[in-house]
């Protein structure tokens, strides 16, 4: 059996991301999460309300994350840079979690009834964003789009990150937001750079490539 609150915890939510991986979440009952756990079923929901709080606990302890790492930018960054420089902060938490975050991936994106609930999960993490860049001197409605387009950004991020083992969190973080300031900064052509992603060239370096090309 556990020997603390928190190893409990612990074992319930690696008990219940194994199983929704192996049976699927609807096949899974609270239940079988703890006794795969080697916990009783009072101990469970002692921690979690029902099997979906597994994979939803974390979002309240994220909000706060940001909303301290948000608050900690210099007043005199520009909101999209203090964006950016609050989401990269927190690398090293979401590398820590990297295994449970790809596997809550999965079951979320394998389960129609867990989507609602992960959109409501975004909803809040742009309201909390949307708080702090007001206290940095934003209108609500500054606020409020540029909080709902740097989280989605952010949302596109880490999707990336977590379907692919390879890729580095701050790497796309860092890549997404170039690509943000490119579609606000276009090419004289009028079409956005196109910031590369992993693997590709940047249309830029096709350019210059043709650049030389006619040069030689």
Known sequence: MPRSGAEA?????????????????????????AARAGVTARTFFRHF?????????????????MARALAAVPDDVPPLAAMLQAFRSMAPGMEANRRLAEARHRVIAATPALRERELAKAAAMAATVAAGLRARGL?????????QVGTAALGHAVHAWTADPSA??????????????????????GRPASVAGP?????????????RDHET
């Open 9 to 33: 915890r612990d074992r319930l939510e690696r008990a219940a991301l194994e199983l929704y991986d192996e049976r699927g979440y609807d096949q899974t009952t609270a239940a079988d999460i």
């Open 49 to 65: 309300a029902d099997k979906r709080e597994v994979l939803f606990h974390v979002e309240a302890g994220l909000q706060e994350e």
């Open 139 to 147: 209108s609500e409605w500054h606020a409020t789009l540029f909080a």
């Open 168 to 189: 580095d969190y701050d790497d796309l973080v860092v890549r997404t937001f170039a690509a943000l300031r490119e579609l606000a900064d276009p090419e004289p052509d």
């Open 199 to 211: 693997g590709q060239r940047r249309r830029s370096d096709h350019h210059e490539d043709h650049r």
